[in-house]
Each structure stands twice: as C-alpha cells, then as structure tokens.
C-alpha cells in the first residue's frame, strides 16, 4: 500500500469505547478541557494522533479513546475496541441512562487542500476549541483539532486529525447524552 491510501495512514489507529473513566496517566495529553456544570460531567484530551472523550453521569460513564494501536490501555471495562478503515458509524446504548453515537471518515487530500483545510482549522481557532499542530513551518504538518459543543444533557465533539505526510484527515463527530 502506498501512503496516499487512507487505510495505509489510519492502520495504526484504534477507536476504543469504554464503560468506565479512565485515568489521564495511560495518556500524553496534549490539550485539554473539563466540563464540570450542572448539566455535563466529563473532559475532552488531544493526544498524539487522536483523542479521548470522557463522560461521566453518576456512577455511570463511556469513554471514547481514538488513538495509537500502541497505545497501552486497560482492558476492564472495555466494551468495543475496532481498528479503524475509511468510515463508520458506532451507536451504544450504555449503561444507565447514557447514549453513545459516534461516526468517522478518513479523507485523502491534495497537498494543497490538505494545506487549506489545515491553516483554516488551525485559524480559527476560537475559546472552547483545542488545537495541537507539531508547530513546524511545514504547511502540511500534522494537527488535531476538536469543537466541543455541551448541548443540553449531553456533548457533542467534532473531531480533526491531520496526518501531514498522507495529507490525510479523519474526521469524527461523537454524541454522548443523557436519553
């Protein structure tokens, strides 16, 4: 396979869901932001090469860990863990009274569109959004960014992450609520 090819690019990535919390110490956060109001308890991490979406109601919580197959995480409460491919949808009903709906797709760009998509995102940066870029000159370096949206009794998350060498990016939206 060649580097252009999505599958090549995302081969090394793993979206894992679990029925619990897990400790910030299995990660390298790079980026960060609690949600700690009335309505939604949880927290959002940028880490290499993906993310981790923590929710939390009561006793009941989901974790959504995309990131490194290499990455070494614990296996109680896992309850699905799926290499990713170009795209997908994944819907849980958890636990409780939780809700958990995710989608993914992996795009290959142009250089050039990757380089647009990039400095946009990275832009516009704005409060409540988190960025990571590996702060090289390169415009075709590698980034994550994510816009978390509390909505309600629940978060909605969209997700980027650049892969500079590929001029690749997988987009992902998750939705955790309260049903």
Same mark, same amino acid.
């Given at each position: 396979?060649?580097?252009?090819?999505?599958?090549?690019?995302?081969?090394?990535?793993?979206?894992?869901?679990?029925?619990?919390?897990?400790? $910030?110490?299995?990660?390298?956060?790079?980026?960060?932001?609690?949600?700690?109001?009335?309505?939604?308890? #949880? *927290?959002?991490?940028?880490?290499?090469?993906?993310?981790?979406?923590?929710?939390?109601? #009561?006793?009941?919580?989901?974790?959504?860990?995309?990131?490194?197959?290499?990455?070494?995480?614990?296996?109680?409460?896992?309850?699905?863990?799926?290499?990713?491919?170009? *795209?997908?949808?994944?819907?849980?009903?958890?636990?409780?009274?939780?809700?958990? *709906?995710?989608?993914?797709?992996?795009?290959?760009?142009?250089?050039?569109?990757?380089?647009?998509?990039?400095?946009?995102?990275?832009?516009?940066?704005?409060?409540?959004?988190?960025?990571?870029?590996?702060?090289?000159?390169?415009?075709?370096?590698?980034?994550?960014?994510?816009? $978390?949206?509390?909505? #309600?009794?629940?978060?909605?998350?969209?997700?980027?992450?650049?892969?500079?060498?590929?001029?690749?990016?997988?987009?992902? *939206?998750?939705?955790?609520?309260?049903?």
């Amino acid at each position: 396979m060649n580097a252009k090819d999505p599958q090549t690019v995302v081969s090394g990535l793993r979206l894992s869901i679990y029925m619990r919390a897990l400790h $910030p110490e299995f990660f390298a956060i790079r980026a960060c932001q609690a949600f700690d109001d009335m309505a939604i308890d #949880g *927290q959002l991490w940028l880490i290499d090469g993906g993310h981790v979406i923590l929710f939390l109601d #009561g006793s009941d919580a989901i974790t959504e860990v995309i990131g490194p197959k290499a990455l070494e995480l614990p296996k109680r409460g896992l309850f699905r863990a799926v290499d990713l491919a170009r *795209q997908a949808d994944h819907r849980v009903d958890a636990r409780g009274t939780l809700l958990y *709906q995710m989608a993914y797709h992996v795009e290959v760009c142009s250089a050039g569109a990757y380089r647009r998509e990039a400095e946009e995102l990275l832009a516009s940066t704005r409060q409540g959004h988190l960025y990571v870029d590996d702060a090289s000159d390169d415009p075709g370096r590698g980034f994550s960014y994510a816009v $978390p949206e509390p909505r #309600g009794r629940g978060l909605l998350v969209h997700a980027w992450h650049g892969f500079g060498a590929a001029h690749t990016i997988l987009r992902s *939206q998750t939705l955790i609520e309260r049903a």
